[in-house]
């Protein structure tokens, strides 16, 4: 689990940082070659890169989650009873996968 928490915490910071770094640097002339772009397509690029920098965050934190083993997390066992149970109050003791509850009532 700590580990879990761990991916979240430099993902979500990682999600704030390169965005504020890139502007800065565009704002603060500290890439070569943008003293010459107008102070319009400054902006453009500057949001756009930005943009993208925390698409490929996201996607570094969703293929992170995909690489952890599926047989490492088991569900709690209390919980699926009481999910069960919840589900059969609901459809009125009828079995979850009848034909019957996954009927529109009209």
Known sequence: ???VVQKFFITSMLMWIAP???LYA???NLLPGITQMSPHS???VSG???V?????VIAFYIF???K???DKHEPDAAFVAQAKDSVKKLTGNKPVDSPESSKKEE
């Open 48 to 50: 756009f890169v930005a």
């Open 42 to 44: 400054l902006t453009l």
């Open 1 to 3: 689990m700590a580990g």
């Open 52 to 56: 993208v920098s925390v698409n490929i």
């Open 20 to 22: 504020i770094a890139i």
């Open 26 to 28: 565009f704002n603060n």
């Open 68 to 70: 952890e083993p599926v």
């Open 64 to 66: 992170m989650a995909l």
